[in-house]
């Protein structure tokens, strides 16, 4: 029954998706609570069982195998070709049309900066998704510089200036190699479809190349198929999985994952956790549990708590960060598919807005096409 969920999930995209890609987007606006359409309660009551010792390095399997949704399995697309500098404009290239374009455009007349530009640069910020606060202090500053600017290229440059120094102003991310005593623990949450398990397979893949020791937590148990799109995630990435059977407490896998990561001596546990559940039981409240159970089994962790955001989904995510922020204390971010969106400025609204640290960028579906967030090369592959 699950399963057939699922299914028509995927089938009836979301209000918050655009029309040309995101099969499995964000169901961002219901938040976190369950929704009508949610399938039946698990009667067990399961969800609330002690951790058990049943850990298991998962097999394939074929019964779950035909369940693994479409954009998983052997069909991803191969990753892109070049370098980190190109993988990342090719990922904005569709706000990167838009700003530059437009940008150029601006200057048909042959004039110098005029109000009338300054308006129409201040709209086209906001289409972007910068923010309105954003676009409106940038078009300030450009102004106070407007003397100086004689063609789109000089305001170009203003404008890269402006956003490197307000993207400086976010506060930096916990990097992977701050001293935690190993494995280090990192709980990833999100709302379904933003793309937590496809991240953490990213994250997995980063590690394991450096020959880390990488285990993944299937936390997720309430979804149908869940923890296989886990299991080809890790294959791929050449990392172990730690995962129960389906609705499971997710408490109970996370609890299990950090003693065989111990045990193990991983270098990394990640821990994929439900967007939304089945049950009655509040998602902030699970995923509380969850953290409390970690730190129970390891003081200190969980050492981040990694929120994964949809860019597609523009201001959206804004107040969701807010949401989990306030109930989880989120450590950084990862703003995934902005290649799928013009509105590629969202990264600029998060980090004016939000004080928490943007640690990775989605710039597609491969392994490859996750970046860890660097403002200066974010701004100039966008203009
Ligand atoms: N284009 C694009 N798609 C992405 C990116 N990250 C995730 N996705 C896709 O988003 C969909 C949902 O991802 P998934 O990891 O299952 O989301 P979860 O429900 O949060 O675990 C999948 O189709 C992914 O391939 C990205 O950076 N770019
Ligand atoms: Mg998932």
Partial sequence: MALKWFQRKRKD????????????????????????????????????????ATASVAAPDADTL??????????????????????????????????????????QSGEGVTDEMLEELEELLITADLGVQTSLDLVASITKRAHKIDGPRALKETIR?????????????PTDTTAVAAPRVVMVVGVNGVGKTTTIGKI???????????????????RAAAAEQLNIWSERAGAQIVRHKDNADPAAV??????AAIARKAD?????????????????????????????????????VLLILDATTGQNALSQAKLFN????????????????AKGGIVVSICGE????LKYIGVGEGIDDLQTFDPQAFVKALF
């Fill in 66 to 107: 035909e369940q693994v949704p479409r954009d998983t399995a052997a069909d991803l697309p191969a990753p892109a070709s070049g370098g980190f500098f190109n993988r990342l404009k090719r990922g904005l290239a569709k706000t990167r049309e838009i700003l530059t374009t437009d940008i150029e455009d601006l200057f």
């Fill in 13 to 52: 995209p979301g209000p918050g998706e655009e029309a040309d890609r995101n099969e499995g987007a964000a169901e961002g606006a219901d938040l976190p609570q369950p929704a009508a359409d949610d399938p039946p309660s698990d009667p067990g009551g399961d969800a609330l069982a002690r951790p058990s």
């Fill in 161 to 173: 200036d402006e956003l490197v120094a307000l993207l400086a102003q976010a506060p930096e991310a």
């Fill in 254 to 259: 996370a609890f299990d994952a950090v003693e």
């Fill in 354 to 357: 939000l004080q928490l640290p």
């Fill in 268 to 304: 990394l546990l990640l821990i994929d956790t439900a967007g939304r559940l089945h049950t009655k039981v509040n998602l902030m409240e699970e995923l509380k549990k969850i953290h409390r159970t970690v730190a129970k089994r390891m003081p200190g962790a969980p050492h981040e």
């Fill in 204 to 222: 997995a893949a980063k590690a394991t190349r450096k020959g880390e020791r990488v285990i993944i937590a299937a936390a997720d148990t309430f």
């Fill in 326 to 341: 306030e109930a989880m204390g989120v450590t950084g971010l990862a703003l995934t598919k902005l290649d799928g969106t």
